[in-house]
């Protein structure tokens, strides 16, 4: 369990809900993070804004405040891979794009494409694949710029409705949208987060692959073979889904992985959103906290009917209880900016 600070010199001004939007202020996200990896029973936790094969990250610019998420495709580790790197990755090169300033705000699919290339160039390139959902909030003109691929995604709440959600995008049940690095021999084919469509000789071209280029992975054998072609694409991040739309004073935007939204539906999430009731930081990482401890016990349960079982059910499969997993929840609210 991890919480972040991110506020900085933010001074927040906003009473949920009183106040109009002013075209002379800048606004910016009061945010905080919080929440389990999959292995947290067992008492294994990553350092950093990692939870589990989850990544995210906060970051500011003088003229934004961007959010990430990612959840690395769990399917890899059947074939050796970790694919917590793969994701973890990604967003810590995201985060110092934006640091650097090498985005434009407008553009969130931009900073997702240009940390997925640096991916890809590399000298030791990573194989595995990762979900992603990007916001970014211009501090100016009040808008904010989403991106999601895959099955993470993001929700702004406003008065106590859902006013604006990303889209999921899904091949097929329970196989996301993804950026992927795979080996020779991987093209066109995409992991689920529980079984993955590799047949024994794309699981011989892995292994070979990883070893070869050294990549982080856990080898089941020892092989030495000549170095491989160069490493296909499966994903592009155009792909993206991609929206824009104005926010207000006291917007409330949560951004998470799959593990929360397979678990929580969205009444449950309003219900602890009420809990929310002023834009200080503490409020807000004791809010996060909340929802991701309520969607951590609830994918335990094996009697609930948890948004992942009934989408299951709907697809032809007798499931039932929820469906444990990585969470990573972000909940940020808007706010006037002070410097």
């Known amino acids: ?23 002379g202020r800048d606004y910016s996200l009061i945010s905080a993070s919080y929440g389990f990896g999959k292995d947290f029973r067992k008492g294994i936790l990553k350092k950093g804004m990692c939870y589990g094969d989850d990544a995210c990250f906060i970051a500011r610019h003088r003229t934004a405040d961007v959010l990430g998420v990612a959840d690395g495709v769990g399917g890899w580790r059947d074939y050796g891979v970790d694919p917590s790197q793969f994701s973890a990755t990604l967003m810590r090169t995201c985060e110092r794009l934006v640091k650097e300033g090498r985005f434009t705000p407008s553009n969130p699919v931009g900073i997702l494409t240009s940390g997925y290339y640096e991916l890809l160039q590399n000298k030791v390139p990573l194989l595995g694949s990762s979900t992603a959902c990007i916001v970014v909030l211009d501090r100016r003109s009040h808008r904010l710029h989403t991106c999601n691929l895959g099955d993470s995604g993001f929700l702004v709440v406003r008065g106590g409705e859902v006013v604006h959600r990303s889209d999921e995008q899904q091949h097929y049940f329970n196989t996301p949208f993804q950026l992927s690095i795979a080996p020779p021999g991987a093209e066109g084919v995409v992991l689920s987060d529980r079984f993955g469509r590799v047949t024994s000789d794309l699981l011989n071209s892995i292994l070979e692959t990883a070893q070869t280029l050294r990549a982080p992975v856990s080898l089941v054998t020892d092989l030495t ?6 490493l296909r694409v499966l994903s ?10 104005d926010v207000q004073l006291g917007d409330i935007i949560l951004t998470a992985s799959d593990g929360l939204f397979d678990n929580m539906p969205d009444y449950m999430i309003l219900q602890e959103l009420k809990k929310l009731k002023t834009t200080n930081y503490d409020s807000v990482l004791q809010t996060a906290q909340s929802i991701a401890k309520q969607a951590h016990d609830l994918a335990y349960d094996p009697n609930y009917m948890s948004p992942f079982a009934q989408f299951a059910c709907d697809n032809g499969l007798n499931v039932r209880g929820g469906k ?16």
């Open 225 to 230: 073979v000549p170095p491989p072609p160069p």
């Open 1 to 23: 369990m991890l919480s972040v600070l991110s506020y900085g010199r933010l001074v927040a001004r906003a009473v949920l809900g009183g106040l109009s939007q002013t075209d």
């Open 324 to 339: 444990p997993d990585d969470i990573t929840v972000l909940l940020s609210i808007v706010a006037e900016y002070t410097d």
């Open 236 to 245: 592009s991040p155009e792909a993206a889904d991609s929206s824009s739309f």
